[in-house]
């Protein structure tokens, strides 16, 4: 009798990965797709993820979640995170300050046209008064 293993290939035709046995995991196996392709079969945003995060081990003879990978993937959504708050609080205070400046402008407009509002109406009034 022989042993009973299932060969995962690269697009060079090397022999990627080994599955030994009747059972083949299919996280195990989507995995070692990953591998052989370099990432290039993956058809979403967490197939990337998984490529990036975890490796083969030989001692387990698995593929694990690897902690430093997952640290580093946690480092850049939280710069991510922090840019797009820090940016995001930058865009609306100037949207605030340009708002109160506007609004500054308008009142002076206001005050200055109420004013010469005030003075003609007074004139016209004294005039009447006069007559």
């Known amino acids: 009798a022989h042993p009973i293993a299932f060969a995962v290939l690269s697009p060079e035709g090397a022999v990627s990965r080994y ?3 009747y059972e083949y995991p299919p996280k195990q196996m989507k995995l070692a797709l990953l591998e052989a392709s370099e990432g290039k079969v993956a058809q979403s945003f967490g197939d ?3 490529h990036f995060c975890y490796r083969f081990d030989p001692n387990e003879g698995a593929y694990t979640l ?5 640290m580093q993937l946690g480092g ?3 710069m991510v995170g922090l840019g797009a708050l820090i ?3 930058l865009i609306r ?3 605030r300050a340009g708002a109160a400046r506007k609004s500054e402008q308008d009142g002076g407009a206001r005050e200055k046209h109420s004013a010469l509002d005030g003075a003609g109406r007074h004139a016209a009034g004294a005039a009447g ?3």
């Open 19 to 21: 599955f030994y046995g």
């Open 48 to 50: 990337r993820i998984l």
């Open 66 to 70: 690897q902690a430093m990978r997952v």
């Open 76 to 78: 850049v959504v939280t």
């Open 87 to 89: 940016g995001g609080l």
């Open 93 to 95: 205070e100037r949207r």
């Open 129 to 131: 008064q006069t007559s």
